[in-house]
């Protein structure tokens, strides 16, 4: 199992991004996907979920705001994070569960700053 995520990078406040992950090695369809973010010197925190029948689960701090889609054909998960904020600012992770087992991806750096 590979998650391979990609399109952090610098953004100003109220600004966009969308982060993509790439599965591969699993039977994505049936799989939930999930972000997670980790700030320096703070805990690894659920952002947003989506399962196999695409309900969707949001932190409080992101509603309104992200939203996670995910599109079975191209097994890629995504998480289109609009009015972006400097306490957004943390390393994005990819995220499944495959027959009990945890599986992270490399994590892509998203950093808000004017």
């Known amino acids: 199992v590979q998650l391979v995520e990609s399109g952090g990078g610098l953004v100003q406040p109220g600004g966009s991004l969308r982060l993509s992950c790439a599965a591969s090695?699993?039977?994505?369809?049936?799989?939930?996907m999930a972000w997670y973010r980790q700030a320096p010197g703070k805990e690894r925190e659920l952002v947003a979920l989506?399962?196999?029948?695409?309900?969707?689960y949001y932190a409080d701090s992101v509603k309104g705001r992200f939203t996670i889609s995910r599109d079975n054909a191209k097994n890629t998960v995504y998480l289109q994070m609009n009015s972006l904020k400097p306490e957004d600012t943390a390393a994005y992770y990819c995220?499944?569960?495959?027959?009990?087992?945890?599986?992270w991806g490399q994590g892509t750096q998203v950093t808000v700053s004017s």
């Open positions: 989506i399962t196999s029948g695409t309900s969707t």
């Open positions: 090695g699993i039977i994505f369809s049936i799989n939930s």
């Open positions: 995220h499944s569960v495959v027959r009990d087992t945890d599986y």
